[in-house]
């Protein structure tokens, strides 16, 4: 049974640098003491969409100032660090080697233990970082840039998917249809801050399998269909899909999230009914989309389910989720740190591979 522990977090999958400290004290929820977080979005916007090459030679500018940063604010010192943590996968090989890098070199100098953690279950278990954490069991709803899962959640590391997205996923979709409007990157906070000045039954985008008898997602049609719908509206006027008047762009915006919306909800409503638990944890960065929130917060009310998110911050990547997972992972007896340090990375890991027992 783990007592006292200060786990350091390293986030480094895709393009964002995180870095924070979680204390682990008894079986209590653990305590974010200090996070630290840098964007690299603002250098993958001139390219349209993540670089990966860039994205691995920032992470490595970053991470030890953010770490310094981190044990500045909490007050403690590198020696104080009981475990180092850091994203094994999913996640772009180059970027994730950086974290692993640094977390085993910091480990191998300090004398202290490493731990791989899957980012999914860092998602996943980040409401746990809110004032008002979940209890288990619960069905989660974790809606990532590559991931669309509903799960059942019974405790650390056991985790029965119940549907998933068969093609893109609704982070993707949010993103491709951005894009295809001249939105930008990343596009689904342009998509949904847009889409509020829009009229969301303006025009008819399908709901894949919104009626299917199973908890599958499928978004792929989707951008064809806001494609189509984009480019008739530029015919029409005699113009390209970018150059469409503001108005018509607001209701294509809101119509995409408003589709994208509606599955979501009624694929986890659906989720609740099957397995009849009364708790929703909604995780990953479309958990940040207030249209989302808005819709499963009355939803949800209606049928005596409560609903946890992360704090609107620790929607996306982050440096906390991840030593909140490996805090939560030495806590329940999950795992344990390792003092082996020759890191490999898993740029593919599905999340059921970390089951209780499968490792
Ligand atoms: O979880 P995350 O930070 O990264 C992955 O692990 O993939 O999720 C990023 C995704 C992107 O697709 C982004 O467009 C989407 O989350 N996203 C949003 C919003 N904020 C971020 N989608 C819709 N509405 C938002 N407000
Ligand atoms: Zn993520």
Same mark, same amino acid.
């Given at each position: 049974?783990?007592?006292?522990?200060?786990?350091?977090?390293?986030? !480094?999958?895709?393009?964002?640098?995180?870095?924070?400290?979680?204390?682990?004290?008894?079986?209590?929820?653990?305590?974010?003491?200090? #996070?630290?977080? +840098?964007?690299?979005?603002?250098?993958?916007?001139? +390219?349209?969409?993540?670089? @990966?090459?860039?994205?691995?030679?920032? #992470?490595?500018?970053?991470?030890?100032?953010?770490?310094?940063?981190?044990?500045?604010?909490?007050?403690?010192?590198?020696?104080?660090?009981?475990?180092?943590?850091? &994203?094994?996968?999913?996640? /772009?090989?180059?970027?994730? $080697?950086?974290?692993?890098?640094?977390?085993?070199?910091?480990?191998?100098? /300090?004398?202290? @233990?490493?731990?791989?953690?899957?980012?999914?279950?860092? #998602? $996943?278990?980040?409401?746990?970082?809110?004032?008002?954490? @979940?209890?288990?069991?619960?069905?989660? $709803?974790?809606?990532?840039?590559?991931?669309?899962?509903?799960?059942?959640?019974?405790?650390?590391?056991?985790?029965?998917?119940?549907?998933?997205?068969?093609?893109?996923?609704?982070?993707?979709?949010?993103? *491709?249809?951005?894009?295809?409007?001249?939105?930008? +990157?990343?596009?689904?906070?342009?998509? !949904?801050?847009?889409?509020? =000045?829009?009229?969301?039954?303006?025009?008819?985008?399908?709901?894949?399998?919104?009626?299917?008898?199973?908890?599958?997602? !499928?978004?792929?049609?989707? *951008? &064809?269909?806001?494609?189509?719908?984009?480019?008739?509206?530029?015919?029409? =006027?005699?113009?390209?899909?970018?150059?469409? @008047?503001?108005?018509?762009?607001?209701?294509?915006?809101?119509?995409?999230?408003?589709?994208?919306?509606?599955?979501?909800? *009624?694929?986890? $409503?659906?989720?609740?009914?099957? &397995?009849?638990?009364?708790?929703?944890?909604?995780?990953?960065?479309?958990?940040?989309?207030? !249209?989302?929130?808005?819709?499963?917060?009355?939803?949800?009310?209606?049928?005596?389910?409560?609903?946890?998110?992360?704090?609107?911050? /620790?929607?996306?990547?982050?440096?906390?989720?991840?030593?909140?997972?490996?805090?939560?992972?030495?806590?329940?007896? =999950?795992? &344990?740190?390792?003092?082996? +340090?020759?890191?490999?990375? *898993?740029?593919?890991?599905?999340?059921?591979?970390?089951?209780?027992?499968?490792?």
């Amino acid at each position: 049974m783990v007592k006292n522990l200060c786990v350091l977090g390293i986030e !480094s999958s895709c393009d964002e640098t995180g870095v924070a400290l979680v204390q682990v004290e008894g079986q209590r929820v653990p305590r974010l003491l200090a #996070h630290a977080l +840098y964007s690299q979005i603002e250098m993958h916007q001139a +390219y349209g969409g993540v670089v @990966p090459e860039l994205a691995s030679r920032d #992470h490595i500018r970053r991470v030890l100032p953010l770490t310094q940063d981190v044990l500045k604010e909490s007050g403690r010192s590198l020696q104080e660090v009981d475990v180092v943590a850091f &994203t094994r996968g999913p996640g /772009l090989a180059g970027a994730l $080697l950086v974290g692993a890098g640094v977390a085993c070199a910091l480990g191998a100098a /300090l004398g202290k @233990p490493v731990l791989g953690v899957h980012h999914l279950e860092g #998602h $996943l278990l980040s409401p746990f970082l809110s004032a008002d954490p @979940p209890e288990f069991p619960f069905v989660a $709803l974790l809606v990532s840039g590559g991931h669309t899962q509903l799960m059942r959640v019974d405790g650390v590391g056991r985790y029965q998917i119940l549907g998933e997205t068969i093609d893109d996923a609704a982070g993707e979709a949010f993103d *491709k249809s951005a894009k295809l409007l001249g939105l930008g +990157y990343p596009g689904g906070p342009a998509l !949904s801050a847009l889409a509020q =000045q829009g009229d969301p039954t303006a025009f008819k985008l399908p709901r894949p399998l919104l009626h299917s008898d199973n908890l599958d997602f !499928s978004f792929a049609g989707l *951008k &064809t269909a806001v494609m189509v719908q984009a480019r008739k509206c530029a015919a029409a =006027q005699g113009c390209a899909v970018e150059a469409l @008047p503001s108005a018509v762009l607001a209701d294509l915006a809101a119509s995409t999230q408003a589709a994208i919306v509606e599955v979501l909800v *009624k694929k986890s $409503l659906a989720a609740l009914k099957q &397995t009849q638990l009364k708790r929703l944890v909604v995780a990953g960065g479309v958990g940040a989309n207030r !249209s989302l929130r808005t819709q499963l917060n009355s939803e949800c009310a209606k049928r005596g389910v409560r609903v946890h998110y992360p704090e609107l911050h /620790l929607c996306t990547d982050n440096g906390a989720m991840i030593a909140m997972a490996a805090a939560m992972r030495l806590q329940s007896g =999950q795992q &344990t740190a390792s003092e082996v +340090y020759a890191f490999d990375v *898993k740029p593919r890991w599905p999340l059921d591979a970390i089951q209780a027992g499968s490792r």
